[in-house]
């Protein structure tokens, strides 16, 4: 188990559920997938993920899935691709495990 956090310290987390609308693979990667996220009804509700499931998902399998994303992640570059966020996976003995809402709901739902 990793150190105790406070309350305050993940309340700092912004925790949505979004839609996965778009994505490839990473060339020269066996891991990392490129995804687009809709976490609203704006265009601008839009976010490129980069998230390492290559191995258990194909980016046309996971179109349409509801995800639990952060959004409020500083941007990152991996293999040359900003990713702005991050899609919460379990790690299963057959590889990564998408977290989905059990129900559909609105995308940009505040995850508490």
Do not use: C, W
């Not at 700092?12 to 990473?26: F, M, N, P, Q, S």
């Not at 290559?54 to 995800?67: A, K, M």
């Not at 495990?97 to 609105?106: C, D, G, R, S, Y």
């Amino acid at each position: 188990m990793k150190d105790y956090i406070s309350y305050d310290d993940f309340s700092k987390l912004d925790l949505r559920i979004g839609t996965i609308i778009g994505g490839e693979a990473v060339p020269k990667s066996t891991k990392l997938l490129d995804l687009e996220i809709s976490i609203g009804d704006n265009e601008e509700d839009k976010k490129h993920i980069i998230a390492g499931i290559g191995e258990g998902y194909s980016p046309t399998d996971l179109i349409g899935q509801q995800v639990l994303v952060i959004i409020n992640l500083e941007p990152r570059s991996l293999m040359g691709r900003t990713s702005e966020g991050m899609i919460l996976a379990a790690s299963g003995d057959s590889g990564p495990i998408v977290l989905n809402p059990e129900k559909t709901v609105p995308n940009g739902t505040i995850v508490k």
